[in-house]
């Protein structure tokens, strides 16, 4: 049986100010940002070459989803990660 890995974001209308503003706040997650605001396309978290161990990273990729800044799609074993743009148009 093959099942589809589902990955929770939450809605424009659930966006928080403080938890965005949170997620910005640390040095490598505000890069992993300008890396996806300045490219076209997904990333994998493996493309950022951080300066993290992997769990460290894909913490930051949680709190980016979590706080809806980014977007994350499975593929395969991997996400494919891009930035959020809807996230100017939110009531936050």
Do not use: Y
Not at 5 to 30: F, K, M
């Amino acid at each position: 049986m093959h099942t589809t890995e589902s990955i929770a974001h939450p809605g424009v209308e659930e966006l928080e100010l403080s938890a965005v503003l949170h997620a910005l706040s640390d040095p490598v997650r505000l890069r992993i940002v300008a890396k996806l605001a300045h490219s076209e396309g997904d990333h994998t978290c493996g493309s950022f070459a951080l300066p993290v161990t992997k769990s460290t990273c894909t913490h930051h990729f949680k709190v980016l989803r979590e706080a809806g800044v980014i977007q994350q799609r499975p593929q395969g074993t991997t996400r494919l990660n891009k930035l959020r743009r809807e996230i100017g148009r939110a009531h936050v």
